[in-house]
């Protein structure tokens, strides 16, 4: 038999790491009014990949499967309309 892959951890793309820098410079100037230099980004895009991608992947993870519960429930009880009176 053959064993289950293991995940790799969330990873993000170069293009979704830039958009997600240039989120948190527009946040420090706009909300605090400071300027956040290309390290304090890096250093605090790293901090939410290592420490919430997980979190925020596992949340995913369990309101597909709540999703999917629900989805069955209603085939199962669709399978038991489809059934004929008999005799």
């Known amino acids: 038999m053959k064993k289950r892959e293991i995940f790799s951890p969330v990873k993000l793309t170069d293009s979704q790491k830039e958009k997600l820098n240039a989120e948190i410079k527009a946040f420090y100037l706009d909300e605090r009014g400071e300027e ?22 596992n949340k995913a993870l369990d309101d597909a499967k709540r999703w999917f519960s629900q989805m069955m429930d209603n085939l199962d009880s669709d399978y038991y309309t489809l059934y004929k009176e008999e005799g």
Do not use: V
């Open 36 to 57: 956040i230099g290309i390290i304090e980004q890096m250093q605090l895009m790293e901090l939410f990949e290592r420490k919430m991608a997980p979190i925020i992947y």
